[in-house]
T-cell receptor
Framework: GAVVSQHPSWVICKSGTSVKIECRSL??????MFWYRQFPKQSLMLMAT?????????EQGVEKDKFLINHASLTLSTLTVTSAHPEDSSFYIC????????????FGDGTRLSIL | GENVEQHPSTLSVQEGDSAVIKCTYS??????FPWYKQELGKRPQLIID?????GEKKDQRIAVTLNKTAKHFSLHITETQPEDSAVYFC???????????FGTGTRLQVTL
């Protein structure tokens, strides 16, 4: 149980393109989903917390107009990287939790984003 | 906010030896401490976790200890095997902030 599906797993696109990443909880309803970014040989850095039906809460330094997050249902959250540039190239990972007061978080497989 | 420090950054042990990774946290309100194993290019996998009302937890070759007073927790892997080689992350969950803060990671290499 507690499977989180993330798509796509790998994206290569030109600078200026917008990229959408989907995160789905397959066998449970996720009241909260999290989006992380991980640069090579570094730790996971939380970008934003997404609660179903409300606006995402962004961490300090993360541009909300660049990283658009939508959590329209209890099983789906999307992250759109708008006008992506090479410095946005990274490994993006989502996680989901049924009840944020009762961890653990379940992670998706991640999306490797490469901007040329 | 919460700050989690993790040591060592790299650890090399011989197969069969034990490995210990230590983490400290700063926010006394943190109440949940998971450990994740991440292989290159893959998702973090939860290997063990502990809540603040417990001092120690064991699952086969893996154990975690928590000292709330000192605000530190440790991962112990016994009888290490080559397949234990990976990057390990500790994390602390703060209910008041409702988020997980990760340590910087430890690259464990188990040699034959």
């Amino acid at each position: 149980g507690a499977v989180v599906s993330q798509h796509p797993s790998w994206v290569i696109c030109k600078s200026g393109t917008s990229v959408k990443i989907e995160c789905r909880s397959l066998d449970f309803q996720a009241t909260t989903m999290f989006w992380y970014r991980q640069f090579p040989k570094q730790s996971l850095m939380l970008m934003a917390t997404s609660n179903e039906g409300s606006k995402a809460t962004y961490e300090q330094g993360v541009e909300k107009d660049k990283f658009l997050i939508n959590h329209a249902s209890l099983t789906l959250s999307t992250l759109t990287v708008t006008s992506a540039h090479p410095e946005d190239s990274s490994f993006y990972i989502c996680s989901a939790v049924q009840d944020n007061s009762n961890q653990p978080q379940h992670f998706g497989d991640g999306t490797r984003l490469s901007i040329l | 906010g919460e700050n989690v420090e993790q040591h060592p950054s790299t650890l090399s042990v011989q197969e069969g030896d034990s490995a210990v990774i230590k983490c400290t946290y700063s926010d006394s309100a943190s109440n949940y401490f998971p450990w994740y194993k991440q292989e290159l290019g893959k998702r973090p996998q939860l290997i063990i976790d502990i809540r603040s009302n417990v001092g120690e937890k064991k699952d086969q070759r893996i154990a975690v200890t928590l000292n709330k007073t000192a605000k530190h927790f440790s991962l112990h892997i016994t009888e290490t095997q080559p397949e234990d080689s990976a990057v390990y992350f500790c994390a602390a969950f703060t209910g008041t902030a409702s988020k997980l803060t990760f340590g910087t990671g430890t690259r464990l290499q188990v040699t034959l």
